[in-house]
């Protein structure tokens, strides 16, 4: 869920082995229900130009598999102009939400896959030469935020310290590390919304970037807002519109 609209420069082929703890937590998970979301997407470039935009989201499982699908994009009069497209599928395990595939593509960009073979124990791309060991409870850029509502939906009390998540990118692998940064009230197109909001600082070595994610505990500890700001100042937020569940 996470989108970052202009694009930076290509990174190099070539992937660093990835940052692997040496042992991380095993988390209670209860992976929510079924949803359809659709959001607003406000962004200010690192030169203060703003722009705005939309994006629907699909959370579908049926408790052994899933599928994640993500679209922003910028409405315009006539038309809509795509930017993001991630489609993620998988299984469900103890561990939680279990990758199987994820393929991302950005408008001026070709579409890049992300493999995580579970027999072998590793994760593949389409864009790097890179094999990394995967560890359990693994994710992709689209399921982590799920990922952290099944961790809340499991037991809030896991939240207390600090939630390492290896996430599989288009190169490569990289620990994620969020942090509880407290309650929080949002105002929303849904009205106002009691959250738990959790971030992930810039981490030096591994990331440049400050992800927060807002989790609502009475709407199934849905993701109902993502920010990510950018090392030189971009800031992209999205925020929760409308959640429609299978009746």
Do not use: C
Request: hydrophobic letters at 40%; charged letters at 25%; a neutral charge.
């Amino acid at each position: 869920m996470p989108a970052q609209a202009p694009e930076p420069a290509p990174a190099p082929p070539a992937a660093p082995a990835p940052e692997v703890p040496a042992a991380g937590r095993r988390f209670r998970v209860n992976v929510p229900p079924p949803a359809a979301f659709e959001l607003e997407v406000q962004r200010t470039d690192a030169d203060g130009r703003k722009w705005s935009g939309v994006a629907d989201m699909r959370w579908q499982t049926d408790g052994s598999t899933y599928k994640v699908g993500l679209n922003v994009g910028i409405s315009m009069l006539i038309a809509r102009v795509d930017l993001l497209a991630l489609i993620s599928e998988g299984t469900i395990d103890d561990a939680g939400i279990a990758p199987v595939k994820m393929t991302e593509k950005r408008r001026t960009r070709s579409m890049t896959a992300t493999h995580f073979h579970p027999d072998e124990r590793r994760i593949t791309f389409s864009a790097s030469a890179a094999s990394v060991p995967l560890l359990a409870g693994a994710q992709d850029k689209a399921t982590v935020p799920f990922q952290l509502a099944a961790i809340g939906r499991g037991d809030v009390n896991q939240f207390a310290g600090d939630i390492d998540i290896q996430v599989g990118e288009d190169r490569g692998a990289t620990i994620y590390r969020f942090q509880l940064v407290g309650e929080e009230e949002l105002e929303t197109r849904m009205g106002r919304l009691v959250t738990w909001r959790l971030a992930r600082p810039p981490r030096p070595g591994s990331y440049n970037a400050r992800l927060d994610i807002w989790l609502a505990p009475s709407l199934d500890w849905y993701p109902v807002q993502i920010r990510n700001t950018e090392g030189n100042g971009a800031v992209t937020t999205q925020t929760v519109t409308k959640i429609l569940r299978p009746q």
